[in-house]
């Protein structure tokens, strides 16, 4: 039975039990609003540990003005309901008091320099800081052995696991590949928001970010034009692209002679949503 917990101690006296007992912890942070995408991280964390701690929490410290904090949606039944089905243990529900008991003005920031500045941190100013901040918060609390995150946001994939690193925090962390509508569209609660038409359309990301990758492997290496061209592209379908970059995948940085791994990494609105999604090959030799 899926036990539903509001409270820091309730959550620490649960997690206390299951050590004592040589269990070990995965955790699985999440907004809710729960799609497959999430509950493939469920999975691969109940077959990465023994017991299962999934959070739900919108958090407000890593949404800026004009974002869509009073309208994200919040479907804590439907949620649980999904979870259980899954086989989740603990799911997390506190309360912005809990979390930020001194406020939010008043909380200790842990900021990622250099990879939360670029991409969607160049956009999206103070949103990794809010990232990091809580998900430390939540790590502290939880004291996983290992955390599971979803690939879609590589960007911030890649900052938890410098975190982690940097801060010496005993956790593996675990991404999964990103899940996908049968169009290709990657899974996301924003989807909810796009009209028919706008839904229709959405696929073209994805598709435009698969063409990219497609004329590397083809031997393309102006990876400016082909940026550009891909901005058009996005553009010409509707979109309003926010960067499309062609990126070392382990720093984020741009492509050089010492690239292992290529990150394609895109973000557009699409009439009032903002979709992302990414994908990565080998560096060509």
Known sequence: ????????????????????????????????????????????AKERSDFVVTSIFVNPLQFGAGEDLDNYPRTLEADSLQLEAQ????????SVGEMYPTGMSAQTQVSVPQLSETLCGASRPGHF????????????????????????????????????????????????????????????????YLTAEERSIAPELNRTIQACKD?????????????????????????????FAIRDSNTLAEVTEQTQEIAILAAARLGATRLIDNTRLAAPK
């Not at 086989?87 to 506190?94: H, I, K, S």
């Open 129 to 192: 800081n809010g990232v990091t901040t809580v998900v430390t918060k939540l790590f502290n609390m939880v004291r996983p052995d290992i955390a599971v995150f979803g690939e879609k946001d590589f960007q911030q994939l890649s900052i938890i696991r410098k975190m982690v690193n940097d801060l010496c925090m005993p956790i593996e962390i675990i991404g999964v590949p990103t899940g996908r509508a049968a169009d290709g569209l990657a899974l996301s609660s924003r989807n909810g």
């Open 215 to 243: 004329a590397i492997l083809s031997g393309a290496t102006d990876f400016a034009h082909l940026e550009m061209s891909a901005q058009e592209r996005l553009q010409a379908a509707g979109f309003k692209p926010d960067y």
């Open 1 to 44: 039975m899926m036990q539903t917990l509001t409270s820091i101690k309730a959550l620490q006296d649960v997690i206390q039990e299951q050590r004592l007992a040589g269990r070990t912890i995965g955790f699985v942070p999440t907004m809710g609003n729960l799609h497959d995408g999430h509950l493939s991280l469920v999975r691969k």
């Open 87 to 94: 086989g989740n243990d603990v799911v997390f529900v506190p």
